[in-house]
Nanobody
Framework: QVQLVESGGGLVQAGGSLRLSCAGSARTFSSYAMGWFRQAPGKEREFVAAINWSGGSTAYADSVKGRFTTSTDNAKNMVYLQMNSLKPEDTAVYYC???????????????WGQGTQVTVSS
């Protein structure tokens, strides 16, 4: 059983930054692509970013391009989401996921973390 554990959420003012972390296992990072999704109240879960296991290929939703960066540290079995220039509309529960991607398209999730709340005040 693969476990994904997110951390790093919190309350930040608009324009601020947060870094989310997701801890997985060696098996996670060698077998799957890693993704970030978010879900705001009353909205469907949406794709945010993805990265392949080597860290050489990334993809982002148009709404976060240029502001968010995802990266991996395979030695530590960690994946990160650096979020800069945060906006109130970025407020959501953010989820780490392990699954499959093809190019810039996230195909399917196999495992999910528990989620971490990000709240951006105006």
């Amino acid at each position: 059983q693969v476990q994904l554990v997110e951390s790093g959420g919190g309350l930040v003012q608009a324009g601020g930054s947060l870094r989310l972390s997701c801890a997985g296992s060696a098996r996670t990072f060698s077998s799957y692509a890693m993704g970030w999704f978010r879900q705001a109240p009353g909205k469907e879960r949406e794709f945010v970013a993805a990265i392949n296991w080597s860290g050489g290929s990334t993809a982002y939703a148009d709404s976060v391009k240029g502001r968010f960066t995802t990266s991996t540290d395979n030695a530590k079995n960690m994946v990160y989401l650096q979020m800069n220039s945060l906006k109130p509309e970025d407020t959501a529960v953010y989820y780490c996921t392990a699954g499959f991607a093809r190019g810039s398209h996230w195909l399917d999730s196999v495992y999910w973390g528990q989620g971490t709340q990000v709240t951006v005040s105006s």
